[in-house]
């Protein structure tokens, strides 16, 4: 996913309100952004500053590379894409109204009784189905499109399979906790959703957290993950107030364990070194009415980040940072 960001908010992060975790169960934000900074003085020092991201021409790149990534039947679901090759899914005409694809009987487990509405970014048929994608959606400040096919590698590696397999590892840890997971797709539909869609899945769940996956495709040399947070939005459909404070909360503790697990470093490109970032312009959150982040999960545009994406151990990684976020946030 790429794109500029005219309403990142530069400020730091306010302060948690929930009281201190103990460190068994997480790492405080505090400590995580300390070891970002130690992180950034003993890091690589050849990234490059602070250059702009890619232009937005680049979420095309999947088809420009020349790739055609296959999508993953629904009966892969929870078989994580280690081999990156996937099978044929386009079962269906995309239009499935606003459903979620449902996770297996929840476990009994400290997350038993909530919900977690995941979000796999972009759609490995997206590319197909250009003009379905391209048609304008209401997000309540302005029109925008449906959906993109997303960013990729260099190599061809699309950004929409890489959010579908960590978001399967994801599900699987959050099962294990005793959660209900649901996905707004699972490879189980020809393209989409569009963005006002996955907003109105996690808002029919009732979604005690919704977490949408992605991965950036901004310029060589732009490395790391960002959180990216709801802005404060009352316009047309979109009325974001009540949900800023928690989502930035979920942001947190979700930067903290993803920085502390992958061992990644906060983007050096936006967030001012935070790994937060603040958006006022994403369907996905502006039509949310409850607690919801997006995560690039690095930058698949650089060839470092691109070799930690392409890495089936360190999508385990990812996903477990993602999780143990989450599992931390609605554990209080």
């Known amino acids: 996913m790429s794109y500029a960001f005219p309403d990142s908010d530069p400020r730091p992060p306010r302060r948690s309100r929930r009281g201190p975790l103990t460190v068994a169960v997480v790492a405080p934000v505090a400590a995580a952004l300390a070891g970002w900074l130690v992180w950034q003085a003993v890091a690589d020092s050849g990234d490059g500053g602070t250059p702009k991201a890619a232009p ?15 999508s993953p039947t629904a009966s892969d679901r929870d078989k994580p894409d280690d081999a990156d090759d996937g099978t044929d899914g386009d079962k269906n005409d995309g239009n499935q109204g606003d459903e979620a694809s449902s996770s297996a009987p929840a476990a009994t487990g400290p997350l038993k009784g909530k919900v977690v509405v995941i979000d796999p970014g972009h759609n490995p048929g997206n590319f197909r189905h250009t003009a379905e994608i391209s048609r304008l959606v209401d997000i309540g400040t302005h029109r925008k499109e449906c959906d993109t096919t997303g960013t990729s590698t260099n190599a061809g590696y699309a950004e929409a399979q890489f959010t579908l397999d960590v978001s399967r590892r994801l599900r699987a840890l959050l099962e294990k906790q005793g959660a209900t997971v649901r996905f707004t797709q699972d490879g ?8 006002d869609e996955r907003a109105r899945i996690g808002n029919k769940a009732g979604a005690d957290a919704v977490v949408s996956v992605h991965a950036d495709g901004s310029a060589a040399g732009n490395r790391g993950f960002h959180v990216i947070l709801p802005g404060s939005v009352k316009a047309g459909a979109a009325d974001t107030r009540a949900i800023v404070g928690p989502s930035r909360e979920l942001g947190e503790r979700i930067a903290g364990n993803f920085v502390r697990v992958t061992g990644s470093a906060p983007s050096n490109y936006v967030g001012n070194g935070t790994g937060l970032v603040v958006r006022r312009d994403l369907g996905g959150l502006n039509l949310s ?4 982040v997006f995560i690039e999960c690095g930058n698949m545009r650089d060839s470092k980040d691109a070799a930690l994406v392409t890495s089936g ?14 599992v931390s946030f609605l554990r209080g």
Do not use: N
């Open 313 to 326: 151990a360190w999508r385990q990684k990812a996903a477990q940072g993602i999780s143990e976020g989450i």
């Open 56 to 70: 937005p021409s680049q979420q095309q790149s999947s088809a420009a590379a020349g790739a055609a990534p296959a």
């Open 188 to 195: 189980d539909r020809a393209w989409g959703p569009c963005v």
């Open 289 to 292: 009415t409850v607690p919801k």
